[in-house]
């Protein structure tokens, strides 16, 4: 069978006949892939290093969202104290999680080189330059297999096994944590009765990735959106109503264990997305846009309702 949502991917669907009850088990393993992104930044990763006090003393000036980590790294570098290394951040021009990390290395560089001829120095990379070295968004590979149990109510999600597989370029930097919160990111707002999650940080020849704004869970919930939208072709249910059918309640607790009944919390997305059904009148929308389109061959419209958890 043709799958609109991948136009290179083909798909089999087995059929288990029970009373009452029809299985839809995606049979064979199914990949979605996430591409990169660059931050962009308006400023690209720049540092003034200035020696104070003959070389004892460096006070740095740096575009960056980890003063921290970047002084560590310049301490490290030039054999100097942290104690004796000032990191100054006043604005960066843009960040993203792009200067979380990266910009160690060209910090680090300024410095020794400042140390070196005791004289203040001023790195800034072309642009062509920083987007060849200083990493983007992770780009994601998903592996997946899942099925759903169709019943007199609607379809309900059985299971998906899923893996994920994260480029993470020649060095580690935040791979880890960024696949990590991908795995947890990775059912949704859905109840799997039955998930298994497995995430892999793969070693590339391109420069280390690193963090970019969600941090993993983009990439995570994108997979799982996937899979709820393949899903609801081959049950061949509007996806609105095979999403909402299978929302998590307050009963329930998400497969990293959260318990989601917690006095000092609320589940609320069911009913957010109930009350946007509503205000959006979403099926007259699609109406409307189905019209539209069949009156015309050049400009298409479309309408869209998606969730996520919060972070």
Not at 48 to 58: A, H, M, Q, R
Not at 213 to 231: K, N, S, T, Y
Not at 270 to 285: A, G, T, V
Request: aromatic share 10%.
């Amino acid at each position: 069978m043709y799958n609109p949502i991948h136009p290179f991917i083909y798909f089999e669907i087995l059929t288990f006949h029970f009373p009452l009850l029809l299985w839809i088990h995606l049979s064979r393993i199914f990949y979605f892939d996430i591409i990169t992104k660059e931050h962009f930044y308006l400023e690209t990763m720049s540092t003034l290093v200035v020696p104070t006090e003959g070389d004892t003393n460096l006070t740095v000036f740096a575009s960056t969202q980890a003063a921290s980590h970047t002084q560590e790294y310049i301490a490290s570098a030039t054999g100097t104290p942290m104690s004796k290394v000032v990191v100054r951040m006043k604005r960066m021009g843009g960040g993203f999680g792009g200067k979380e990390t990266r910009n160690c290395f060209v910090s680090a560089a300024a410095a020794v080189a400042a140390k070196a001829i005791n004289r203040p120095v001023l790195l800034t990379l072309p642009r062509d330059v920083d987007m060849l070295t200083t990493g983007h968004r992770h780009c994601f590979l998903s592996k997946y297999h899942a099925s759903a149990r169709m019943t007199e109510d609607g379809a309900k999600l059985e299971s998906m096994k899923i893996d994920l597989y994260a480029n993470g370029g020649w060095g580690v930097d935040l791979s880890g944590p960024i696949v990590g919160r991908a795995c947890l990111h990775v059912d949704g707002v859905y109840n799997f009765p039955n998930i298994q999650v497995e995430g892999v940080a793969c070693k590339t020849a391109q420069a280390p990735h690193t963090a970019f704004r969600g941090f993993g869970g983009p990439q995570g919930i994108a997979a799982c959106e996937h899979v709820m939208d393949h899903l609801a072709v081959a049950c061949k249910i509007p996806k609105e109503a095979f999403r909402r059918y299978n929302m998590y309640d307050e009963s329930n607790t998400t497969h990293f264990g959260m318990n989601l009944s917690q006095s000092s919390r609320k589940w609320h997305v069911p009913s957010i997305w109930d009350r946007m059904m509503s205000e959006l009148n979403l099926s007259q929308r699609r109406q409307d846009i189905d019209e539209f389109n069949a009156k015309n061959k050049w400009v298409k419209r479309g309408a869209a309702l998606t969730v996520r958890t919060p972070d």
